[in-house]
């Protein structure tokens, strides 16, 4: 068993020359006469000097303002930081700066199309086409902008052309159904709707026209709907009268780029609208800017994940998750995104690994979730897969475990660079994660991101080191969102994030940083697991179960019971054919005692078929525990934001025949 902290890929000093980050540092040493020794030394200038750091990442990347900045920061505080105030900028003109006809923007496939190439020389004109069509319908900077659509170029080319003109993006996956899309976009009140007929998935055709014409009717604020028949090419017929086909608002004549203006918007201008995953109660309705996405941007997918030009990008995402505007905005540094439309393990259960050989994917992203899959499976990519450009893995999601790094060394590439990370919808970029030229090391993210205060603080503000704490956030980033939408007084917003620490960004994971700043992210804090005082992350529990070959994939809540009492199941889903069994169960418990201690040792073990996940992959901790401490279904969980909305029958019948435990 690999060891926490064991190191498993060291860099070639020729690697780290060649790293962006280490271009960087010269810049620095020759521009502005710093000279760092170590990477730490460096994240640490980058939080003591924030307006400093930050102005050096706005002229190395040379972001083109059409006025000026004033300052770096103007309002310091949280929430409310007024950054580069007086800038007028174009997130997506800085995209399409570097459209070159002939150069291939981004690949795509999907379970009915084989893998493709879109030219500069086509996407950067439909851009335009297509934003010009947006403004000859009346739509205005502020104006929102939603689509209904998978992950394929059609909605790169929406999103790019939305922000062109200054108007505001928002997307549902069209595997969302029609609850689930309602509580996101009826918050929001589009007046354009980009939507298709449907999507394949597994191998099966799933007509979503019925779905389109109830959120169409449901939606008074839609104006105008662009239609596109995907599912099947030649049902042109649209889902709602009066619906544009997508090629018929495309078939006007070019705009030519000299005769085309990007909007220029202030720094702080909306660029999108991304949702929480509305696991528990109705998303919230994040608002992210124009220049805060535009330059954290810059810094991750260069410095951090170390995109160059042409290096080619893919993540398992759809157009629902925070992922998807991450890989889009790659294209800020040159980088080309690589689409897939369909299920990770259709029609083999290494469809994702296959995709990347042949795409020639530099950076390969996943969740963890996908490599257990892949590991439980019994895959081994490298078996069957040359991976001649591979270089990187980026791991996000959820926690990452000592053996899901190690699996990458031993089943994919032995010279990879493995890079778990932690971010969120909230910033839509990283907190912590790569920091290029350190070795990897099994379990432990590299550290905190450049320009980000990242802390572990106990329950009085104070900082930790070395032991668990809330993870919170001590200054200000670009990318904290603006607000939420239809949130007044900025209340949902401030009791979200400052409640508890005011002035201070506490993020709702339990967290713990190391003297060299190794990271290590713990769980959900809602979802922690509190013993005779002690706080215990369910990561814990997860990696000392699931290390265990007969425990496929594992649940723990902490249920606070009157009188003082508690009650802590886990649950776990078995490899196909096992029962659990008391010879098991008394496994679990000592491999559990043995790793960590007494207090996290469950309960009682419960065998399940499925552990309920949210569509982007994360386990159901806090509904399954509402659930079981009496809460009604509607008020634990949305079923429509999950990937298996079935597994939750079990948890509703375990608490009405549960005599284990009383409220």
């Not at 089943?411 to 994660?433: Q, R, W």
């Not at 990242?454 to 993870?471: K, M, P, Q, S, Y």
Request: charged fraction near 20%; include cysteine.
């Amino acid at each position: 068993m690999v060891t926490v902290g064991e190191i498993l890929w060291q860099p070639s000093e020729a690697w780290i020359q060649d790293s962006n980050l280490h271009q960087y540092r010269l810049w620095l040493k020759q521009h502005r006469g710093l000279d760092f020794a170590h990477q730490q030394d460096l994240r640490r200038w980058s939080i003591e000097h924030l307006d400093d750091f930050w102005q050096t990442i706005w002229d190395y990347f040379r972001i083109d303002a059409s006025t000026p900045p004033t300052a770096v920061l103007g309002k310091r505080s949280m929430p409310g930081a007024d950054w580069f105030p007086g800038a007028r900028l174009n997130w997506a003109q800085h995209i399409l700066r570097h459209a070159k006809p002939g150069t291939t923007a981004l690949l795509f496939k999907s379970e009915t199309q084989p893998l493709q190439s879109l030219d500069w020389g086509v996407l950067a004109p439909n851009v335009r086409k297509l934003a010009s069509r947006l403004r000859e319908l009346g739509i205005k900077p502020g104006d929102r902008v939603a689509a209904y659509l998978p992950n394929i170029p059609e909605a790169v080319t929406a999103l790019l052309a939305t922000a062109s003109i200054g108007a505001i993006w928002s997307s549902c996956s069209p595997d969302f159904g029609t609850p689930s899309v309602l509580d996101r976009l009826s918050q929001i009140s589009p007046r354009v709707l980009f939507c298709c007929d449907g999507y394949q998935y597994k191998g099966k055709p799933f007509n979503r026209k019925q779905e389109v014409e109830a959120i169409i009717k449901a939606l008074p604020s839609v104006e105008k709907v662009i239609y596109l028949p995907y599912l099947n090419p030649a049902d042109t017929a649209p889902p709602v009268a009066g619906a544009t086909l997508w090629q018929d608002l495309l078939a006007g004549p070019e705009v030519a780029a000299a005769d085309f203006q990007f909007e220029q918007v202030p720094f702080s201008h909306p660029l999108w609208i991304l949702f929480s995953s509305g696991t528990t109660g109705l998303p919230k309705a994040i608002v992210h800017g124009h220049g805060g996405i535009l330059i954290e941007q810059h810094k991750l997918s260069a410095l951090h994940y170390d995109l160059k030009p042409a290096d080619r990008i893919f993540f398992f995402t759809t157009t629902g998750w925070m992922m998807w505007n991450f890989v889009v905005s790659t294209m800020l540094v040159q980088a080309c995104p690589i689409l897939y439309d369909g299920n990770p393990t259709w029609p083999e259960m290494d469809a994702l690994w296959q995709l990347a050989d042949e795409a020639g994917a530099r950076l390969f992203g996943a969740s963890p979730t996908l490599q257990q899959m892949q590991e439980n499976a019994g895959i081994v990519p490298k078996n069957k897969f040359r991976f001649d450009k591979l270089g990187s893995v980026m791991l996000a999601g959820s926690p990452v475990s000592a053996e899901c790094t190690q699996w990458f060394y031993e089943n994919v590439k032995a010279d990879l660079y493995v890079g778990p990370g932690s971010g969120g919808t909230d910033i839509c970029s990283g907190f912590c994660g790569p920091m290029p030229g350190l070795p990897v090391k099994a379990g432990i993210i590299q550290g905190p991101h450049l320009g980000v205060d990242l802390r572990a603080f106990d329950d009085a503000g104070n900082t930790l080191i070395g032991e668990v704490g809330e993870f919170v956030v001590c200054q200000p980033m670009p990318s904290m969102p603006l607000f939420f939408w239809n949130d007044p007084g900025n209340a949902r917003y401030q009791e979200t994030y400052f409640a508890d620490y005011p002035g201070i960004w506490r993020q709702g994971d339990y967290f713990r940083i190391n003297e060299d700043d190794g990271c290590f992210v713990l769980g959900r804090s809602d979802a922690t697991l509190n013993r005779y005082g002690v706080r215990i992350g369910t990561a814990e529990i997860y990696r000392s179960v699931e290390g265990i070959e007969a425990v496929a994939d594992s649940l723990i809540v902490n249920l606070e019971l009157s009188g003082g009492r508690f009650f802590m199941p886990l649950f776990v889903r078995l490899q196909p054919g096992l029962t659990l069994d008391d010879n098991l169960k008394q496994r679990i418990n000592a491999k559990l005692r043995k790793d960590y201690s007494p207090r996290h040792v469950p309960d009682d073990i419960y065998q399940i078929d499925e552990v309920p996940y949210t569509l982007t992959g994360k386990k159901m901790e806090v509904p399954v525990r509402k659930i079981l401490l009496g809460f009604a279904l509607e008020k634990s969980a949305n079923r429509d934001a999950m990937s298996n909305p079935q597994s939750l029958d079990y948890f509703i019948r375990f608490k009405e025949a549960q005599q284990a435990y009383q409220l």
